[in-house]
């Protein structure tokens, strides 16, 4: 596994922990029906490339922690918010793509050509995107911008190799560009000009013969021949060896063109051989680059990201958080950011407020009242917070948090042995165990 270049460690202390049902409850990156609409990630994730979709999907599954850390990502998001910095960025990641795919595919050495008319176009994207990040005043866009190199021998070997718009496969030739190997340009200028030898052929063969119908032709299965009527077969020339007979035609071959046709398709052979070899050499030549390309890669799913939490705080409406080391989670105007915008009335904001003096509350009202979408909209700002996100409010105040719990809708487990009561005190027993002063608790009826 080249493309693997170490391990991290990671701390349950360093993480806001969300176990199973709290993920399934909370609708994070699949719906309760299973669809991956009408979910937290749906609605917020706008990234530019797909790489920057699942670094997001990883955030949302482990939130953390660092208020530190929080903090900076914020304050990148205020950053790229002025002027609405973060929409020059968005052309050059496109431009980018999914290069942290590309470049596994690279080191495993299965990539196909169209790959690396992929990482040739990113390569050539970054300088652009680097003179777009110079602008942008941010201690993270800065320590970004130190992991996000450019590459510019890289680039020139991929742009002189590799054709635009190659093949999918590289089994049939013509990936490679002219120009980049002389004895591979050589044999392809002898199949180039096989075409113009058998037109020069069969006009002299026609002189010669004084046959008007003669052909020159070429099948998989027979190789070059010369056609003939057989209404004409009594003037073919002495030299003429019979090839094949048909019921109208007699093909001919002579000593002239079966040396030709040894020459072209040894050519095509040798051709698409040396391809191979020079397509082959290019994954050892691209080889040294692949760990410096591999923290490039890591540094813009981050960025990617980032953008993308500032294209929700504009686009969205949502505020930037406040941390604070003292106990209490206090929400201004609040509002659900899955329902808000599906749901066609407006959607009524809603507060809370709790501190070491309220840390507990008891929801109360009718059916279809809203109780649950208050309890889970709580729990989704909290969660969108400790990813380094704005959040959908007027203001809001976190102290830590250490774990979200969720107690919330019913359902047997009949594989399990487990009736729709024994899943439900079950869940409460795992709270229970589990919770700390720290914890968000919610839990429906």
Not at 121 to 139: C, F, G, K, V
Not at 336 to 349: D, N, R, S
Not at 394 to 414: C, K, Q, Y
């Amino acid at each position: 596994l080249p493309h693997i270049r170490g391990l991290s460690i990671e701390q349950h202390d360093t993480a806001v922990i969300l176990d199973t049902v709290s993920r399934r409850n909370l609708e994070i990156t699949h719906s309760l029906s299973g669809h991956k609409d009408h979910t937290l990630a749906g609605v917020i994730d706008k990234a530019s490339t797909p790489m920057g979709s699942r670094l997001l999907r990883r955030w949302l599954n482990r939130p953390i922690r660092d208020q530190q850390i929080l903090q900076q990502r914020y304050h990148c998001v205020a950053t790229l918010l002025l002027n609405n910095q973060y929409e020059r960025l968005q052309p050059s990641l496109i431009q980018i793509g999914d290069i942290e795919r590309v470049l596994t595919r690279f080191a495993l050495k299965t990539a196909r050509p169209r790959d690396f008319e992929r990482l040739k176009i990113a390569l050539n994207t970054l300088p652009e995107l680097e003179q777009e990040l110079l602008n942008i005043e941010d201690p993270l866009v800065r320590w970004l911008m130190q992991q996000i190199s450019t590459y510019p021998q890289l680039y020139e070997l991929l742009a002189k190799a590799i054709i635009e718009n190659p093949p999918i496969l590289i089994r049939d030739g013509g990936v490679i560009a002219s120009g980049y190997d002389p004895a591979l340009d050589e044999l392809r200028n002898i199949q180039k000009n096989a075409h113009q030898f058998l037109i020069d052929l069969e006009n002299r063969e026609k002189q010669r013969s004084d046959i008007s119908n003669l052909k020159v032709n070429y099948n998989r299965v027979h190789g070059y021949y010369i056609e003939v009527s057989r209404l004409h077969s009594d003037r073919v020339p002495e030299n003429y060896q019979r090839r094949q007979t048909l019921k109208a035609t007699e093909r001919y071959i002579t000593p002239e063109l079966k040396e030709f046709e040894e020459k072209v398709l040894s050519a095509n052979e040798k051709a698409l051989a040396l391809e191979k070899a020079l397509y082959d050499d290019l994954f050892e030549r691209i080889s040294p680059f692949l760990a410096a390309l591999q923290e490039t890669a890591q540094a813009l799913c981050e960025l990617d990201v980032l953008v993308n939490f500032a294209e929700c705080a504009y686009t969205l409406q949502w505020c930037k958080p406040e941390l604070t080391r003292s106990r209490t989670l206090q929400i201004r105007q609040g509002r659900h950011p899955v329902v808000e915008q599906y749901q066609t009335p407006p959607f009524v904001p809603n507060d809370i407020h709790m501190h070491e003096q309220r840390s507990m509350l008891l929801i109360t009202g009718p059916n279809m009242g809203g109780k649950s979408t208050y309890m889970r909209q709580i729990a989704l700002i909290t969660l969108l917070a400790h990813i380094g996100s704005y959040v959908p409010a007027e203001s809001a105040r976190f102290g830590p948090v250490d774990r979200i719990f969720t107690r919330i809708g019913a359902s047997d487990d009949l594989a399990g042995g487990r009736s729709t009561f024994m899943v439900e005190m079950t869940e409460t027993a795992n709270i229970l165990h589990n919770a700390t002063t720290n914890s968000l608790v919610l839990m429906d009826e």
